[in-house]
């Protein structure tokens, strides 16, 4: 619902003006829109003050009179008096009316209302803002309490779809990223993450201050306790009500955290330094993995489709790239390796891990299913294998950010263990399609529920007997070779899957690493059930695909000269180096070598003058995930480059072949998309502009690539998904010589 200027205004009435009410009604008096704001209190003077500071407009001190005049009634008292003030307006007429509150706890208020009203009015939303103050009352209230933080709506099936749509309305004039929510989920979710921290620091408080040392103990406080306690400054009342308002939930948190801390106890007495640093190494990790997955709002719905992560990149034109560069680790082979690692048994060493977001959600998943992981500490990660039956069920989703490899692989990991296992992940992830994983899952035992369209979240059902089968592949897919390869290591008998062309072989080459036996004849690549797998050493070599950006930049930069260390060739991955040459790139490989399996090589390239060609399909499978940059390169090369048989660049984070199109054409290049493919013709430089990366990774940076060619700044939108594949990519491209910035904040 929007409200224009003309419109009468809307007559908003809070009851209870503290903090929270007093700083809901100051923030819609300061955002622009047509409200009248009252106010109700038991306390005359709260009333009084409300009204000279001009948060509301209109002091009310008789209840009913004061409903009578309003269109939204929002109930910021103490919880404990919430039943108080709806039993008030049980009696008066609430037709056309909407009513909600700032509740921390909704099941109490749900409660309440069906004991009163019957049953939960259509016209009430509950609803709770994650965002406060140590101080209370209507003296602290402020305008902009509420920007950018979390408010969490908890409909019921019955509220009135567009009572809710007028309080979310509202929320956003606060500013407020406004998110939905199960009522028992919620309170069981804030119990844990709001009233427990509160709790045990006003216990904490309590106890020092109780000591008789407490002078030097308060005197010497470090940071730490100060950010820690600082909550304990918060409203006793408040805290009071809530802690009797949710007493099942706390209780329950109260119980699991003190299980934690008896662990804890025990390992200092026993001075078990293993037992440790594996719970200091799992607080570390799972708090980064949570605040990136709480970001991207993993497990509420939003219930605002502009929101999101706001991320652009800024690049100069021009520029040369001379020097020595390594790149990240491959990601493929990252996360295979703590895949299997996990399941090895003994301690396999990983060096050169990806530290990015896709990879470290993977780590994270098995970090949930039990298996004690260190680091990664400088790209050196230590996993201690469970063995094939040695994971633990996940107290929780499987949470994979915006890891489509990790999914579709694990979902046939997951599709044999004993445990049900939910896998999600990120807005974009949850809406890219998983039926070619899940069909052929399936066909061989696995039960596996999706949402509409075969899309995330996979609800994997535990404890089915698989058995193998003989599959031919519709499309080369090394993630569907490599999920079937990895449910047949379960399967009784003999999983094979047949590629219609060449697909990576990373999981091939893993296996062998890992003592796992798997035959390769041709393009059928056959596994046996029930085997071992062994503990290894494994040295990650730089993401060719990461690379690609760079031997982009460095062809079309003038005067560059560049040398890019041990980067993988594997040669199911070198499709990106033929393109180029074939076009006329100088890309020469020094120092080939085995590592672990895997052929590496340096890379030096230096510039050239391109020319466009049609690219041979044989090469498009072996370049698959490099095609947005090749395109910048096409847009560079002279003549006209066709790009034919790579249907499935329609279906990755986004549309790449839409995307680059559409983003192509924003900086003047000839561009045309083919069902399957695209033409360019090239040999103009890019013009200033703006261009809309959709999310996607590898677009956003191929767009930074263009504006070494560019006539004026290009500005890439929505670049946060960056990092799921690149850390450091803005300093490493700054590094190598393009002029490239940021704004925003990165999630």
Not at 338 to 357: H, K
Not at 413 to 439: C, E, H, I, K, Y
Not at 465 to 480: H, N
Not at 667 to 688: H, S, T
Request: aromatic letters at 4%; a negative charge.
């Amino acid at each position: 619902m929007e409200l224009s200027k003309t419109d009468a205004p809307l007559n908003i009435l809070v009851v209870g003006l503290g903090l929270i009410g007093g700083s809901f009604a100051a923030s819609l008096r300061d955002c622009g829109e047509n409200f009248h704001l009252m106010g109700f209190d038991l306390r005359d003077e709260y009333i009084e003050e409300a009204v000279s500071l001009g948060i509301v407009s209109e002091g009310c001190d008789d209840f009913e009179s004061a409903v009578s005049k309003a269109d939204v009634i929002q109930i910021s008292v103490p919880m404990l008096a919430m039943p108080k003030v709806l039993g008030q307006l049980k009696g008066l007429d609430l037709n056309g009316k909407v009513i909600t509150d700032v509740g921390s706890c909704k099941g109490s208020l749900v409660k309440a209302a069906q004991d009163i009203f019957g049953q939960v009015p259509e016209n009430l939303v509950p609803g709770h803002p994650i965002a406060g103050s140590e101080k209370s009352g209507v003296t602290a209230a402020k305008s902009g309490l509420f920007k950018s933080h979390k408010v969490i709506l908890t409909p019921l099936e019955n509220t009135d779809p567009s009572a809710l749509s007028l309080i979310r309305y509202l929320w956003q004039c606060c500013g407020a990223q406004v998110n939905a929510m199960d009522v028992q989920r919620h309170d069981e979710v804030l119990a844990m993450t709001s009233h427990l921290p509160h709790l045990l620091a006003f216990s904490l408080v309590d106890t020092l201050a109780g000591n008789p040392e407490n002078q030097d103990i308060f005197r010497y406080a470090a940071g730490g306790f100060r950010d820690f306690t600082r909550i304990a400054g918060s409203d006793p009342v408040m805290w009071h009500d809530i802690a009797l308002g949710n007493s099942d939930a706390i209780l329950a948190s109260l119980d699991q955290f003190s299980e934690g801390l008896v662990h804890l106890r025990q390992a200092i007495v026993e001075k078990d330094s293993k037992s440790l640093l594996a719970t200091f190494e799992r607080a570390r990790t799972a708090r980064q993995h949570f605040a990136s997955m709480l970001e991207r709002r993993a497990y509420m719905a939003t219930l605002n489709e502009n929101q999101g992560d706001s991320v652009t990149f800024v690049a100069q034109p021009g520029g040369t790239l001379k020097g020595e560069l390594r790149v990240p680790g491959d990601k493929s082979i990252s996360h295979r390796s703590i895949m299997l690692g996990a399941l090895a048994e003994g301690e396999t060493i990983i060096d050169g891990f990806l530290e990015g977001e896709d990879s470290l959600a993977t780590l994270q998943a098995f970090r949930d299913m039990g298996v004690d992981i260190e680091g990664p500490h400088d790209g050196r990660v230590v996993i201690h294998g469970v063995g094939m039956q040695g994971l633990k069920p996940p107290v929780g989703p499987l949470y994979l950010g915006n890891a489509g490899t990790a999914m579709r692989l694990m979902a046939g990991l997951m599709s044999a263990q004993r445990f049900d296992v939910t896998l999600t992940g990120d807005q974009s992830l949850s809406s890219r399609p998983m039926d070619r994983v899940v069909n052929p899952l399936v066909e061989m035992g696995a039960e596996i529920e999706t949402a509409a369209g075969g899309r995330p979240p996979l609800k994997i059902k535990g404890g089915k007997s698989l058995k193998g089968i003989d599959y031919e592949m519709p499309m080369a897919s090394a993630q569907v070779q490599s999920c079937l390869l990895l449910a047949g290591m379960y399967a009784e008998g003999e999983t094979s899957a047949t590629a219609p062309g060449v697909v990576r072989d990373h999981t091939n080459r893993m296996l062998t690493g890992f003592g796992y036996p798997l035959k390769v004849d041709n393009a059928r690549v056959s596994i046996q059930g029930g085997g071992q797998l062994s503990s290894t050493a494994i040295d990650v070599p730089g993401d060719i695909s990461s690379a690609a950006f760079f031997i982009v930049a460095a062809t079309i930069a003038s005067g560059s000269d560049l040398l890019l260390t041990h980067v993988g060739i594997n040669p199911t991955r070198t499709g990106v180096i033929s393109i180029l040459q074939l076009m006329g790139a100088d890309i020469t490989l020094l120092n080939e070598r085995e590592v672990g399996g895997e052929l590496v090589a340096d890379i030096r390239v230096r510039s050239a003058i391109l020319k466009g060609i049609d690219i041979p399909l044989k090469l498009v499978p072996l370049a698959i995930d490099e095609f947005p940059v090749l395109f910048i390169a096409a847009a560079c090369a002279e003549g006209t480059t066709t790009l034919r048989g790579a249907a499935e660049l329609r279906v990755k984070e986004s549309d790449r072949i839409q995307s680059m199109v559409d983003g192509l054409v924003a900086l003047g290049i000839d561009a045309e998309a083919l069902v399957d493919g695209m033409v360019i013709r090239g040999g103009r430089p890019f013009c200033a502009g703006t261009v809309d990366s959709h999310g996607d990774h590898r677009i956003a940076m191929a767009f930074v690539i263009a504006s070494l060619r560019s006539q004026g700044e290009v500005r890439i939108l929505d670049c946060a998904h960056v990092a799921t594949s690149f850390p450091n990519f803005v300093r490493l491209a700054s590094r190598a010589g393009l002029t490239l910035s940021t704004e925003g904040i990165q999630a």
